[in-house]
């Protein structure tokens, strides 16, 4: 598998997990970054499930930021000299 699969991976686990943490009503503050019982969760993207929402949000945003530095190319800032 190459990089881009394992972030395309990475990034629909962490967007699943983001969609599961906001659609839990969660009156303790400390319960979104609680490893639930979820037998079926891919033991690779546990780690997921202890990040918070914010946490969440910003993997999503370097993940889909990484993927496409891969897919379109780097950007290299031109010299400045």
Same mark, same amino acid.
């Given at each position: 598998?190459?990089?881009? +699969?394992? &972030? !395309?991976?990475? %990034?629909?686990?962490?967007? $699943?997990?983001?969609?599961?943490?906001?659609?839990?009503?969660? @009156?303790?503050?400390?319960?979104?970054?609680?490893?639930?019982?979820?037998?079926?969760?891919?033991? +690779?993207? &546990? !780690?997921?499930? %202890?990040?918070?929402?914010? $946490?969440?949000?910003?993997?999503?945003?370097?993940?889909?930021? @990484?993927?496409?530095?891969?897919?379109?190319?780097?950007?290299?800032?031109?010299?400045?000299?």
């Amino acid at each position: 598998m190459n990089e881009a +699969e394992l &972030l !395309r991976r990475e %990034l629909r686990a962490a967007r $699943e997990e983001l969609v599961r943490k906001r659609s839990q009503p969660s @009156d303790d503050p400390d319960a979104e970054s609680q490893l639930p019982l979820m037998p079926d969760r891919d033991e +690779e993207f &546990l !780690r997921l499930a %202890l990040m918070s929402i914010d $946490e969440l949000e910003a993997h999503v945003d370097r993940l889909e930021r @990484d993927l496409s530095d891969i897919e379109d190319g780097f950007d290299i800032p031109p010299d400045t000299e």
